[in-house]
């Protein structure tokens, strides 16, 4: 049975219609790498007690602010889009059709008692946190996009073909504190990430 299955396979095209409506946030990417320092969750207590102390001395208003990581590249991986294995003996073909929604470009993220607006619009920081850190424009888009692709392709015997959405970006994280009347009101971590470039990589690999 499996061997007629694989003959009708060798002589069909297989296609996919693969649809994502929403883009993911950052956070649930299948992976991350900086060229430098850490993101905002490998954190760890001792990092936070060490960075607190450039935020403690108290402030008659407003926000306190200390940078860790200034624009660190980043790259990353949102998702495998397939992943596709010939392990007989002839070639087979292959097409694939694929729409996604990209929701937006900037993600935030924040621990401790720092607060996030999230919505359709542009996210946010609560409190107004965005003019302290003196973000770059880059920071301030957030984009709708549409992109489809039509592929075909041949996976020869005894390789791998996988499709992943593959980019660079950049991160700022570090702490904060806000303060109101001498008195903290706020305190915690806060990161932004913003996407600089996205595109689809097709890889084949020996099995």
């Known amino acids: 049975m499996k061997r007629i299955v694989f003959l009708i396979l060798c002589l069909c095209s297989v296609y996919v219609w693969h649809i994502n409506l ?6 649930g990417y299948e992976k991350i790498s900086l060229s430098s320092g850490k993101l905002l969750s490998d954190y760890t207590a001792k990092d936070y007690q060490t960075y607190y ?10 926000w306190r ?6 624009d660190v590249k980043a790259t990353f991986i949102t998702e495998t889009l ?3 294995y010939n392990d007989g003996y002839t070639p087979i073909e292959y097409e694939y059709k694929l729409e996604r929604k990209k929701t937006s470009k900037l993600g935030l993220s924040a621990t401790g008692n720092i607060g996030l607006k999230l919505g359709k619009d542009v996210p946010k920081f609560k409190n107004n946190l965005e003019s302290a850190l003196k973000l770059s424009a880059d920071y301030t888009i957030s984009q709708d996009e549409k992109e489809s692709y039509h592929l075909k392709f041949k996976v020869d015997p005894g390789t791998q073909v996988d499709l992943y959405v593959y980019g660079e970006g950049k991160v700022t994280n570090g702490v904060a504190a806000r303060y109101s009347l001498f008195i903290r009101v706020e305190k915690g971590g806060f990161e932004v990430f913003v996407v600089t470039t996205e595109y689809q990589r097709l890889e084949k690999k020996k099995i």
């Open 53 to 62: 102390n450039k935020v403690n001395p108290l402030k008659f208003n407003g």
């Open 65 to 70: 602010v200390y940078v860790v990581n200034d």
């Open 82 to 84: 397939f992943s596709y």
């Open 22 to 27: 929403e883009g993911s946030s950052y956070q």
